[in-house]
């Protein structure tokens, strides 16, 4: 297990094998899942069963865990992904169980995430959407340094469009 990035709370890092049923739960609760694009359980274990595959091959790009640094709760996850098939832009994704929202740790790992992405020289911009009623990850992405841009449209969906260029986090 390798671990990603930390803050002074979390520390984001590979996913173990043994874990995949928390990651499966954490997409039970509605309210972590109602901005999310609908997955079922089997496409969430094809995802997860992936991101173990992909560690051994890419430490840059990839879905971690954030986890609690006292205890080592689980928090979430969050993702680096190439963003469409643009070269050089990356997109970040996360989801967060409930009871860490609108505490700082959304951002924490988003500023993490932000600056574990620009580590690969080949990143020119970190880009992130929601849909535009999550006010929640826009304020998420904006304190993480992210600026909000025009909305574009992704299979049909209108989404808030959020990037950052290297040196800007």
Known sequence: MSIVAQTPRI???EFLPEE???????FNDELVTQYLPVRSRDERIIFFRKALEQYA???????WGIFNKVGGEFIGSCLLRPFN???????????MEKKYWGIGIGTEMAAAMVAHGFTDENTSEIVAVTIPENIGSQRVLEKAGLKRMDNLMRDGIELAY???LPGKS
């Open 11 to 13: 520390i984001i890092r």
């Open 20 to 26: 995949e049923d928390i990651y499966l739960n954490h």
């Open 57 to 63: 091959v890419n430490k840059k790009l990839g879905t």
């Open 85 to 95: 098939t643009e070269p050089g832009i990356v997109e970040l994704g996360y989801s």
């Open 162 to 164: 959020f990037k950052i």
